[in-house]
């Protein structure tokens, strides 16, 4: 919930902003404010994911998927996470959070997310997502049929990050996930 402004803010934006294609890359305008800091004055590690979300549901407010979604009934979920941090983004400091579709596999969307200062790289992350409903995974071919849209060729997913999924999986809901330190 302690993003819940921000997500409003950044739908009131999106709608006098320029559409977007689920494939195009998103924008978002940004200062590090107080609640995004830690003890050491930049932004706490664990509130880039937050951070993330946010350039996410921009690209899918702007793009349209937002009201497919709502009308179907699928809610995003991130799969899988990792972020690579460069330098530190300080208390007041603009930046730029950027999002960009990077490919598809049998079953999570993916996402490239930077976050941008002076036309700089300060963190980098990468996130698998998928859509479910009451019913499910949401297969992304269906995704891609409701939103009217095919996989654009170029847009071909590097094997290390279908790979990096993979080998940090958990076991499927449906199977057991024993808790025991393995040493």
Known sequence: MHMIFRIFLVYLKSKKASKLTMFDTSSVDMRATLTDIDFAGHINNGMYFSIFDLGRFDLMFRSGVWDIMSKNKWVPVVQTETVTFRKSVRLGTKFSQETRLIGMDDKCIYFE??????????????????????????????????????????LVLPQWLHQWREDGALPSTRKPAPHNWIR
């Open 113 to 154: 997310q930077r976050i941008v200062v002076k036309g700089e790289i300060y963190a980098r992350a990468y996130i698998a997502t998928r859509m479910t409903s009451k019913k499910g995974a949401v297969p992304n071919e269906e995704i891609l049929a409701a939103v009217g849209a095919e996989m654009p060729e170029d």
